[in-house]
């Protein structure tokens, strides 16, 4: 991601914004079992919407899914009468496994993801010995989003915006006045996203989080995961740009890189992996498809002794 790039793509949605448009309708489902927000947007004129970051229930216990949490974005969906035009994944999940596939059976929908799934894709293949019979290519998803693309929901104007750190491949989509950004940040009391997955850089996460950070102040902020900071009683994923820049623990204004690399470093070293992590990443750079069933016709998952 040029600094060009950066420049263009941030003008393009400031441009964006400040034009009087349609706001987009969000309704959010939380998961509590992987602390998950999922997102549906849609245009209020034209009735069409977009899924982000959905959750299949996977019971790691016994290794079996289930669609209770999909099935209430069904029901929503098809109660307001929306048409699906997109299933939309921020990164590639560490603590869930998308339900896009069977969503997509559902509801239909073109199943999105950054362009940059391609490294995610290469050095997890790698971690799992995920063989050659796995693409490595992004072919699991409909359509890969380049930084600064712009797209519509209806009558509302859309841009996808590279913001990596987390992980190689993280998008922010932003729809009329309302960001979808994922695990960049958490709500202002929580702070940022880890930044030590294969693939992640702590400094690259500030510069993006900067970036999104110009969008104007009343921007919406919908993010991917609450996990309810200490004295909240409650769990929440709407914030804005300007409480983001005025109150986040870890990145407001006036905490520069150094400081902010220092602080997400030391921090990430204390942190243990996600509880999902080895079934959520086989299947989520596969596009939500389980792994193609050995010869007695089963699904297996691979855990790697010693490697992460």
């Not at 109660?79 to 069977?102: C, F, K, M, R, Y």
């Not at 799992?128 to 712009?150: I, P, V």
Request: glycine share 8%; charged share 20%.
């Amino acid at each position: 991601m040029s600094d060009t790039a950066i420049t263009t793509a941030t003008a393009q949605i400031l441009m964006m914004l400040r034009h009087p448009q349609t706001r987009p309708v969000v309704q959010s489902f939380f998961d509590p079992a992987t602390f998950t927000a999922s997102h549906v947007v849609h245009d209020p004129a034209t009735k069409e919407a977009a899924v982000i970051d959905s959750v299949l229930d996977y019971d790691a216990a016994s290794g079996r899914t289930n669609y209770t949490s999909a099935q209430q974005i069904v029901d929503y969906v098809k109660a307001q009468g929306l048409n699906v035009i997109w299933q939309l994944e921020t990164h590639a999940h560490a603590d869930h496994l998308s339900a896009a596939p069977w969503l997509q059976e559902q509801l239909g929908g073109k199943l999105g993801i950054g362009a940059d799934i391609v490294r995610v894709q290469e050095v997890f293949g790698k971690i799992f010995n995920a063989g050659t019979e796995f693409a490595r290519d992004g072919s699991q998803f409909n359509h890969l989003f380049k930084d600064g693309e712009q797209f519509k929901l209806g009558n509302l104007d859309c841009i996808a915006l590279h913001v990596p750190g987390h992980t190689p491949a993280d998008m922010a989509f932003v729809i009329g006045d309302a960001a979808f950004i994922g695990d960049t940040l958490f709500m202002p009391d929580y702070g940022t996203a880890r930044a030590d997955f294969p693939g992640g850089d702590a400094r690259m996460l500030y510069r993006s989080i900067r970036r999104l950070l110009t969008l104007p102040p009343q921007t919406r902020l919908f993010l991917c995961h609450d996990y309810k900071a200490p004295g909240r009683d409650t769990f929440a994923w709407e914030t804005t740009v300007g409480a983001e820049r005025e109150h986040n623990i870890h990145v407001h204004d006036g905490v520069d890189e150094e400081a902010f690399v220092a602080m997400r470093t030391t921090r990430d070293a204390t942190l243990d992996l996600p509880n999902l992590i080895m079934p959520s990443v086989q299947v989520n750079i596969r596009g939500g498809h389980m792994p193609e069933p050995e010869d007695n016709g089963v699904s297996y998952i691979k855990i790697p002794v010693n490697r992460l």
